[in-house]
């Protein structure tokens, strides 16, 4: 992990944001696009920063494409015990969440109502 490409990588406020919905449950594109109320295109070229500063990982699931935080390591361990603190309790995070939380709600029901 290089330290200054990592700061710099989370001296967004929208890579705040996804980093903070990644570091609960992996998320496809479209999906962070619904919930931080983003063009899918702004998501993604933050995911590719976000990717290339080794902060999150991409992993392909049918046509969806899938990214968790990377936080591997002592380093990436202890900065993302630190975002988690860092992001409870605050209002931006703590909606987006529970936005997330919302959103998937919806959709275990329509895919239950689909069976």
Do not use: W
């Not at 449950?25 to 995911?47: F, I, K, N, W």
């Amino acid at each position: 992990m290089e330290l200054p490409r990592t700061f710099r990588a989370l001296a967004d406020p929208t890579r705040l944001r996804i980093l903070n919905l990644l570091l609960n449950e992996p998320v496809c594109v479209c999906d962070l696009a619904a919930t931080l109320g983003l063009p899918q295109p702004l998501v993604s070229r933050h995911l590719a920063y976000l990717r290339s500063a080794g902060l999150v990982q991409d992993r392909r699931s049918g046509t969806r494409v899938n990214y968790s935080a990377a936080l591997g390591g002592q380093k990436g361990q202890a900065l993302g015990m630190f975002l988690r603190r860092a992001f409870r309790g605050a209002a931006p995070f703590e909606e987006d969440l529970r936005k997330r939380r919302r959103q998937t709600a919806e959709n275990l029901i329509v895919i239950g109502e689909a069976s």
